[in-house]
């Protein structure tokens, strides 16, 4: 390990900025240099509460948090000048606002899923591709449904070898502090007008090009995870249920569930996040219904729930060590786990 | 047509019992008899100010709709002494009760889906097996997602082959007029503890014997319609998205819904049904998204919705000519459609 | 009655606009000259199969309206100059845009509660103070929650005199064609920020001056009904529960619906209104719970629930009567009570 | 303080059981003896995990726990057996079953508001009235709405006096762990069939006798918060925001939340909640909208949100207290609030 901190600055502070921040905060081998935000709304002043230090979007925005009493040092720019590597949490599609001030410093640059493929010299799954991250100037992180259909598929691929992979997303509707998206009673076509396949299976080919994928999603209206349902046709016509079981208890950030121990569904899901004490009851792990891995003929099939706000943040947190070569993936993995409280 | 009207009984008001009663009510080969109702509530009272005959489900339930002031006639085995037919719309599993009623009388039956295969001589979909059920002692109408799952995968089986299908349904969580059940903000293993495959697949072969349907299934925090996702390995190679949309165009008792229309969830497909003016907003036919119709390779996929309330009522009307043999198959299709307004 | 019929053009085809041009469509004294719409969806569709008259909005939407193959005749300027009456149901806030156009016609303009009080000569609400309406050029329907309150208010007023009246509502968040709004599992302060007391006893005011109403509102998941809880001290300190139901009994477009048998939520509300075989399962009429009704003291509690897309239906019909002067107050809401279906 | 430690056992391991298992175990002066629970279901396990002894409801559940691997030390009396206090923590209702239990043993038994008052000598908040609870043999913790409304109603009245209090109650339909029960679409009376006034004035005078408060409850679909609408008319005619404001701002376990700073929903309260890094995203606090507090003439009207999961656990720890006589009441509540991390 370096025997100097990587210098870690954020920007955005919505869902994924700051898991990234209190994650960034507990790594020994970095240092959280700042967070950049735009409103100062109660956020930003638990940011002060907390000691991080804070800079403002921009010229206005900065305003804006002095006018509310916030300790702002500064603009984005200010704050990039002092990283070794940023990681960029804006809301999706709005990163090329900040390219020009990335691309005028020495920084790294961590974007998030929801900007396309092409911002980033690679698309970053720790299990999947570290190594094609270790030394890239710009890196982005898959999408939390991306994520999660990486470490699945990632890991039956492996195991018995994926001919065919057709994934059915129930969409959650939006995070849980989000109020104002719906719907309320009602499925919603993603996206609507419809386009079939949707665009996950697409976007796992950014990390895993050789896996064929269809995918296909609408919205519910529900807070705490996205729900998959998987079926795929397997090269080894040998493959059992409990092969495929095993293959997940091995896995890391995989945690396996039973229904028939009260994991009826994504409530109790949300439910075991809460009791693992985790902060802000997070659940990094992709979570798959043990005991609905099934397998008839050449086709698995399996239930799993992602925890979109959660599941990419060690993620984020490996891709910056990726980036500075200070680590190798294994090695980042299992430090990332430990501070982060993940089991496997 | 028989000059004399098919004397109809209706046991159970619920969801399914009301819209048969009104539906028979419009046939004009058909008289309704009478409905046997359990509880003096909002629904017995509507009975009565509709004018139908109204039964006890039993001396309690007549001892006690007659407190509420309510006209009822007897109890169950009454009214079916007067029927050439009985429709059982009791709560799934619920029909056993009233089997040595049914089997004492000369009344043909006609069970509802959420009884299990074994209670009828046949389980019925009238584009599929209509012959069958002609002059049957017991029919089973089989349930709602089966009904929708027959109409498409036997369109889809009759034009192009079904190799095999695989549907992942996000099951509506209750009935508009139900508040006790949930859940509120979650996607619910169905059945739980997991079961994989669902029954959905088993139960279309009850009709469809030679199809091969793999079958997945969650229940969501809405109330309107079941929302299918459909992915259909077809044996025909040459199939196009164009000719799909023709079979659906083609077939009875299905509409095509465009999202570019405003079509973008099952919100909408609610509101064409209000639009439509259909008794209690009523969508009898399956509704097929269109532009979501997609083929890849040999693959076809498709989101459909099923009115959970309405999309077995004109089956159960056609099951009771079947079973009098009264007419074939597409003179009581029409005849069922024109009556309830149903285009095609 | 005129023996020319009031002909009525409809702006905008939403919520409120396709439910007024059904009823409109149903009066004996009155012709559906038109109604202009801005896109080509679904429901401009059905304008056109129903063979309702179409106009576009604008000429860009005339385009993209004739584009989609309807028969559309013009824009709202030709529209408008074929009429009596002009019903504006655009969005909230929207209707300054089309005031030019109303104000070179001759036609008489019934707005909608969404605008602002200022835009029409007066508030209205048919059993409160229709007389005050006759003759105007403009005249605004005040909105849903409004016209609930003036229908329960009023009542109470009349019967007891109100010395102070306290409503607290649960909101619907949407309707229920409408898959975008929240929230999905919150209750949000409405407005937000916070603003108490709300503007629904301001509102009320607009057509019952002298009463004092003091509102909170917050908005809940749910599309079918707005939820009102009623705290109201009277003058009459020999007021009884049994006295206020009676009072309620006698009122015009308010029904009683009583737990007991059934009512336990607004979910059986909603399916009363399909069960009573109403247009599009519309409740026109106030629905008070019959056994919530109770007096402690000098106050008066009660729960009401208001049927957002409905209530103000027949309101509108009456108003178009109220500007042209063609009926009194008592034959215009019972001829629009008998041919809507409202029952007392 | 004693220096021997409070043995402190719980029965019931569900929404308070557990929580007050992890307060317990952060007291300094408290130990925890052991959970009894039912089912060996995940939360059994991690009780195992968390290496808090374990028991069995009775020998059924003991069997079943033991056979599920999980090291169950023996049943509810023997667990009992070696407690100073009890903390009952059954499902509302049932305590009743386990009392022959309780009356056997020397413990002082705490139970939860879901209990009739007639359960215990003396109902409990200990803002109100910790003293009444000292060295008694049985004490009940009011309910969470209780609670909360205590806290508020308790500081207006110190402050100014309340002459009436008018509450509001939109109720969460369920926790957030619980996908069984509804409304999905609906609001509920509550309860239903209806019953005005609610019980939950009524509740509040088992603390505060001279309390005059009149309720009103319904349902809705949401699972974070019970959501508050109060109207309290005063005796202080000079009453004004700021001094509510200021008053709030003095009183413990209460906090003020502003929809300026983004609290514009109970989404944002549960988010704040996660923020401040309580354990299961615990607010313990009521939450009072600091700008929805507004004084007209001599009424005072806000919006307040209660943790229905979080708000009586801190009254629990000090219930322990009061019953063992070991510290004074602001003794205690300072230790708790320490402890929780509760800021005032």
């Not at 270790?134 to 470490?151: A, D, F, M």
């Not at 796992?204 to 998959?228: D, E, G, N, Q, R």
């Not at 896995?251 to 009826?264: H, N, P």
């Not at 099939?301 to 959660?310: C, G, I, K, L, T």
Request: proline residues 5%; aromatic residues 6%.
């Amino acid at each position: 390990m370096n025997m100097r901190k990587i210098r870690v600055g954020i920007t955005g502070y919505g869902t994924i900025g700051r898991r990234v921040a209190d994650a960034v905060a507990r790594q020994p081998d970095m240092e959280l240099v700042g967070i950049a935000k735009v409103r100062p709304d109660y956020k930003a002043r638990l940011i002060a509460e907390r000691g991080y230090p804070l800079y403002g979007a921009d010229e206005e925005s900065l305003a804006a948090l002095r006018a509310a009493g916030l300790p702002a040092r500064g603009v984005v720019a200010d704050l990039v000048a002092g990283c070794d590597v940023v990681v960029d949490t804006l809301p999706p599609k709005q990163a090329s606002r900040l390219l020009p001030i990335y691309q005028a410093s020495e920084a790294r640059v961590i974007f998030q899923g929801g900007e396309p493929a092409g911002i980033a010299e690679v698309s970053f799954n720790a299990q999947s591709n570290y190594e094609a991250a270790v030394g890239r100037r710009t890196v982005r992180v898959v999408s939390c449904n991306t994520t999660g259909l990486c470490r699945a598929l990632g890991t039956i691929d492996r195991a018995f070898g994926v001919e065919k992979a057709r994934v059915v997303l129930a969409r959650k509707a939006t995070d849980p502090d989000d109020p104002d998206t719906g719907p309320v009673d009602a499925v919603v076509l993603d996206p609507a007008p419809a386009q079939l396949p949707s665009h996950h299976g697409r976007s796992v080919a950014t990390v895993l090009p050789h896996l064929k994928v269809i995918s296909m999603a609408a919205k519910v209206p529900t807070t705490h995870a996205h729900f998959h349902s998987l079926l795929i046709t397997v090269k080894d016509r040998n493959v059992t249920a409990g092969a495929v079981v095993r293959a997940f208890e091995e896995a890391t950030r995989v945690v396996l569930l039973d229904s028939r121990e009260g994991f009826r569904s994504t409530a109790q899901v949300f439910d075991y996040a809460r009791e693992l004490g985790r902060s802000r009851s997070d659940l990094y792990e992709l979570a798959v219904w043990r005991d609905s891995v099934t397998v008839v003929d050449d086709e698995v099939y399996f239930f799993m729930a992602v925890h979109q706000e959660a599941i990419v943040i060690p993620e984020n947190v490996d891709a910056i060590r990726a980036v500075t070569g200070t680590m190798d993936r294994d090695e980042s993995i299992r430090l990332t786990n430990r501070t982060l409280g993940i089991l496997k």
